[in-house]
């Protein structure tokens, strides 16, 4: 079955970039958005933008001046880099797969699949 | 941007009650909303879509209803593998998704 595995150094400092990979085993990259969701200790989630297989892409506004989420369909990988990182950006980050099909028939965007997360750690 | 609420912020409940979270909000979302359930450490996992739509898998003790700004998810009769945190999410309005704060259902 599908699995979605996040990949990416889980310290960075202060001002710098986060940079993860989110590979895409067991199906195709192709035909589905890819989504970043992140979750800061013990509190909520928050979309941090989605991308389709195609590059076309679509950020949340609190964030979208230091994100860019990019797609490499030959390795079946999408990649976030979050700039100018400060503490508030240490959370859990999940990638997710979010279903056109879905999309098109009932005009939602749901998460339908997931990967384990990883913790990314702002810290000097 | 759409806000979403959940209440209550955290449930006690015993094996075999029926559990209810509500989620309201901000504005008009027709069915737009889904339902996610988080065990520690874990990602979420979705349960329902479409407001009502059971996910392929997912227990049928688990049902969702409403429209517009008010939304339910009812857990018919909890299990032990049920107590967990529950998220709604606005499925439709952009410039963002956006998440409620989250129900943990905890055991009594």
């Known amino acids: 079955q599908v699995q979605l595995q996040e990949s990416g150094p889980g310290l960075v400092k202060p001002s710098e970039t986060l940079s993860l990979t989110c590979t895409v085993s067991?199906?195709?990259?192709?035909?589905?958005?890819w989504s970043w969701i992140r979750q800061p200790p013990g509190k909520g989630l928050e979309w941090i933008g989605y991308?389709?297989?195609?590059?076309?892409?679509n950020y949340n506004p609190s964030l979208k001046s230091r994100v860019t989420i990019s797609v490499d369909t030959s390795k079946n990988q999408f990649s976030l880099k979050l700039s100018s990182v400060t503490a508030a950006d240490t959370a859990v980050y999940y990638c997710a797969r979010l279903d056109a099909g879905v999309v098109a028939a009932t005009g939602g965007w749901y998460f339908d699949l997931w990967g384990r997360g990883t913790l990314v750690t702002v810290s000097s | 941007d759409i806000q979403m609420t959940q209440s209550p912020s955290s449930v006690s409940a015993s094996v075999g009650d029926r559990v209810t979270i509500t989620c309201r909000a901000s504005q008009g979302i027709s069915s737009w909303l889904a339902w996610y359930q988080q065990k520690p450490g874990k990602a979420p996992k979705l349960l329902i879509y479409?407001?009502?739509s059971l996910q392929s898998g997912v227990p049928s003790r688990f049902s969702g209803s409403g429209s517009g700004t008010d939304f339910t998810l009812t857990i018919s009769s909890l299990q032990p593998e049920d107590f967990a945190t529950y998220y709604c999410?606005?499925?439709?309005?952009?410039?963002?998704?956006?998440f409620g704060g989250g129900t943990k259902v905890e055991i009594k």
């Open positions: 999410q606005q499925a439709n309005s952009f410039p963002q998704l956006t």
């Open positions: 479409a407001a009502s």
């Open positions: 991308i389709y297989y195609s590059g076309s892409t």
């Open positions: 067991g199906g195709s990259i192709s035909s589905y958005y």
